[in-house]
């Protein structure tokens, strides 16, 4: 199974922008998620859905203006970004996995990753 990401690009501070992820065949997983690595920083958690239900988390820096979503039927994952600051510049992850509620916001409930894109935050 491949995870692919797209959407990434250059928006200006207080500008949207959709990031895709398709998985080019059902995962099996339970949680898909957003992750973000800025430079010379460690790769954090964004946001999280449940495949099944639908249930959502996101991190602080994020909630409010950020958004994911998915569509089973054809296995994708969305995160629709507003109100974007500079400090939301870095490669975007997107991810899948048999996680569970407690781990679906830790690098380690996840085993399959996408390949990133960028977003860039002008200010």
């Known amino acids: 199974v491949q995870l692919q990401a797209s959407g990434g690009g250059l928006v200006e501070a207080g500008g949207s922008l959709r990031l895709s992820c398709a998985a080019s065949?059902?995962?099996?997983?339970?949680?898909m998620a957003w992750f973000r690595q800025a430079p010379g920083q460690e790769r954090e958690f964004v946001a999280t859905?449940?495949?099944?239900?639908?249930?959502?988390y996101y991190a602080d820096s994020v909630k409010g203006r950020f958004t994911i979503s998915k569509n089973n039927a054809i296995n994708a994952v969305y995160l629709q970004m507003n109100s974007l600051k500079p400090e939301d510049t870095a490669v975007y992850y997107c991810?899948?996995?048999?996680?569970?509620?407690?781990?679906?916001?830790?690098?380690?409930?996840?085993?399959?990753w996408g390949q990133g894109t960028l977003v860039t935050v002008s200010s």
């Open positions: 065949e059902r995962t099996g997983s339970t949680y």
């Open positions: 991810a899948a996995g048999r996680s569970i509620m407690s781990t679906s916001t830790t690098l380690r409930g996840y085993n399959l």
């Open positions: 859905i449940r495949w099944n239900g639908g249930h959502t």
